[in-house]
């Protein structure tokens, strides 16, 4: 797949992750013209470029990264939905967070997954609190993976819950 260029765009996943990574005001732009391209890889880094941007490039990608939470990839919904929890409004953060909440869940989504989204909520910070209870009931391993990658997700979920969402 890496030596298809069709199926795995690496030329422009490594331009928009390169971008991402500049941390240049003026790419966020450039960002913004990566959210809509075909590969979740691209998509993933432009959103998460706006991600470490904060607020402003959020609110400027505010449309985009509403839509990227209904995304094919998974990755692509974490991203977009940690955006929008942090330096989105209240509104966002009712739509978002549920988003992180749901791909928390290790047995539907796998543990890589699960501890995507876990991480995204750890980093909510105190934003997790009315979500807790939902966040507590998130199983806390997957009975067809592998042990070691299980060991991140009840890291994670106790971590968030017994710090009741503070950083």
């Known amino acids: 797949m890496a030596r298809d260029a069709d199926a795995y765009p690496m030329a422009r996943i490594l331009e928009c992750a390169e971008t991402a990574s500049s941390l240049e005001a003026r790419s966020i732009r450039p960002l913004l013209d990566c959210m809509g391209d075909d590969d979740a890889a691209v998509r993933y880094w432009a959103g998460l470029g706006l991600l470490m941007r904060g607020e402003v490039a959020v609110r400027m990608g505010h449309a985009l990264l509403r839509e990227a939470l209904g995304d094919a990839d998974p ?3 974490i991203v977009a939905a940690e955006a929008l929890c942090r330096f989105g409004g209240a509104a966002d953060l009712r739509l978002a967070m549920p988003v992180l909440v749901e791909l928390a869940d290790a047995i539907t989504h ?10 995204s909520l750890d980093r909510c910070g105190e934003l997790v609190k009315p979500w807790l209870d939902e966040i507590r009931a998130l199983p806390d391993s997957d009975p067809n993976s592998p042990d070691r990658p299980q060991l991140g997700v009840t890291v994670l979920k106790e971590r968030i819950t017994a710090a009741g969402g503070a950083v």
């Open 75 to 77: 990755s692509v919904r």
């Open 110 to 119: 796998g543990p890589y997954v699960s501890m995507m989204a876990l991480n």
